[in-house]
């Protein structure tokens, strides 16, 4: 199994909604990320997770609330969001917690619409 | 922090002719460039990367060169097909720091019949 798995693939929220987008990789990868990605604009780095830690964080509203249940899953809670929040969300994995030893693997992504 | 720019914008190539990107970093420690191929609709995928140990790498139709001293790293397709149609990010991550990916704009690159 070569694949991240992302759910759901598209999502409509109001401003006041809560929702979640899920993330899943079966290939023993130890670091996790969320990318934001805008129409014809490269994947922006939110967060990585590496040994199911937070590693990283871009200085991301809060807002937006990542989970590292297991080594296998991501989750991103989504509260109170604006209409500019609308993107490609993106998942990735590496095998180790460095992008230098272990490339990307993103999964499909899931298209977030804020009314 | 490292800073890549990334051209051109956009590229059209009427198919069986060659296709060239380039992209420059800023920070001299980098030392790891992929390249990733993004069709519409589709995830980011890998399809080439370079580590700064060595100059040139091919894989099939796909050849990436990276030039340190001049802090710059390029993209070459032969023999382009139809299906070679996509967003083209570069990248440039460095080993030290945070270990971050820094991508490129992204290239438009479509090929013509």
């Known amino acids: 199994d070569t694949e991240v798995t992302q759910t759901p693939k598209h999502l409509v929220m109001g401003m006041t909604n809560k929702k979640s987008l899920k993330c899943e990789q079966h290939?023993?990868?130890?670091?996790m990320y969320w990318y934001k990605q805008k129409a014809k604009k490269p994947p922006e780095l939110m967060f990585v997770?590496?040994?199911?830690?937070?590693?990283i964080n871009e200085s991301v509203p809060s807002r937006f609330s990542p989970e590292c249940p297991n080594s296998s899953l991501l989750n991103l809670h989504l509260h109170a969001l604006q209409p500019e929040d609308s993107a490609l969300y993106l998942c990735?994995?590496?095998?180790?917690?460095?992008?230098?030893?272990?490339?990307?693997?993103f999964g499909n992504g899931t298209r977030l619409t804020v009314t | 922090g490292e800073n890549v720019e990334q051209h051109p914008s956009t590229l059209s190539v009427q198919e069986g002719d060659s296709a060239v990107i380039k992209c420059t970093y800023s920070?001299?420690?980098?030392?790891?460039f992929p390249w990733y191929k993004q069709e519409l609709g589709k995830r980011p995928q890998l399809i080439i990367d370079?580590?700064?140990?060595?100059g040139e790498k091919k894989d099939q139709r796909i050849a990436v060169t990276l030039n340190k001293t001049a802090k710059h790293f390029s993209l070459h397709i032969t023999e382009t097909q139809p299906e070679d149609s996509a967003v083209y990010f570069c990248?440039?991550?460095?080993?030290?720091?945070?270990?971050?990916?820094?991508f490129g704009q992204g290239t438009r690159l479509t090929i013509n019949p």
């Open positions: 920070d001299s420690a980098s030392n790891y």
């Open positions: 290939m023993g990868h130890r670091a």
């Open positions: 990735a994995s590496s095998q180790e917690g460095t992008v230098y030893n272990s490339p990307l693997h």
């Open positions: 990248a440039a991550c460095s080993l030290g720091g945070a270990q971050k990916l820094v």
């Open positions: 997770y590496s040994y199911e830690k937070l590693s």
């Open positions: 370079i580590r700064s140990n060595v």
